[in-house]
């Protein structure tokens, strides 16, 4: 199967470091996404890892790439409250690169002040 | 900055009238695509398009059709709008694997959230 899972909701405090996780199924992906999207806005790409790698570090953002277990998550470090969002992770299907992304269902991400 | 524009935010409609969902990019990306958001199901695609007047089904194609008769402009119809297609409905654009960048993700445009009733 395709199937994409992530939990639906997480609530973090502000300040404190959040962390989004995320399974896939298709072992031959080669590039995993993140989006962000605000509230009634289209999804943002926020970054993106290649399979080649174990972890990306952008700012404030960690990517971390299990690829034996199939797991991805997201870090994002002292959580702010404009971090607050849906975070959804998305792979391509049958490892291209591009085409016909499947997502998760997305975590709503709440910051407690 | 690159940018795909849905043509309307909001829309509320009438159970039965033919709706048309219209979305415009600049970027001369080969490939659009037409998702639903609802919650709890995360997005999941209607159609998509490679091409100028090519299409293929997503994973929930019924009720819909699409238009692409310019490569900038790809247009979603409801038939004959239903409650159960109230929803956000979300357009997304990219370039074809290989053809250049390290960034293949998709852009979105802002959305258009579609209330049948």
């Known amino acids: 199967g395709e199937d994409v899972e992530q939990s639906l909701f997480l609530s973090v405090r502000e300040g404190d470091s959040s962390v989004i996780n995320c399974t896939y199924t298709?072992?031959?992906?080669?590039?995993l996404y993140w989006y962000k999207q605000e509230p009634g806005a289209g999804l943002q790409l926020l970054t993106y890892?290649?399979?080649?790698?174990d972890m990306k570090q952008d700012q404030r953002l960690t990517v971390l790439l299990n690829k034996k277990d199939k797991h991805l998550s997201l870090r994002i470090a002292d959580t702010q409250t404009g971090d607050s969002a849906i975070y959804f992770c998305?792979?391509?299907?049958?490892?291209?690169?591009?085409?016909?992304?499947?997502f998760g269902t997305g975590t709503r991400l709440t910051i407690i002040p | 900055d690159v940018k795909v524009t849905q043509s309307s935010r909001y829309l509320v409609k009438r159970t039965g009238e033919k709706v048309f969902l219209e979305c415009v990019q600049d970027?001369?990306?080969?490939?659009m695509f037409w998702y639903r958001q609802d919650p709890g199901l995360g997005l999941r695609l209607i159609y998509f398009?490679?091409?100028?007047?090519?299409?293929e089904k997503g994973d929930i194609p019924e009720g819909y059709s699409v238009s692409r008769e310019k490569k900038e402009r790809f247009s979603l119809i409801l038939e004959s709008a239903s409650t159960n297609q109230t929803s956000m409905y979300l357009c997304?654009?990219?370039?074809?694997?290989?053809?250049?960048?390290?960034?293949?993700?998709?852009?979105f445009g802002s959305g258009t959230r579609l209330t049948v009733v």
């Open positions: 398009s490679y091409d100028v007047k090519m299409k």
């Open positions: 298709d072992s031959s992906s080669t590039y």
């Open positions: 998305a792979e391509p299907p049958r490892g291209f690169g591009n085409e016909k992304l499947t």
């Open positions: 970027m001369d990306h080969e490939n």
């Open positions: 890892i290649f399979s080649n790698m």
């Open positions: 997304a654009s990219s370039i074809v694997p290989g053809t250049g960048g390290l960034n293949y993700g998709y852009t």
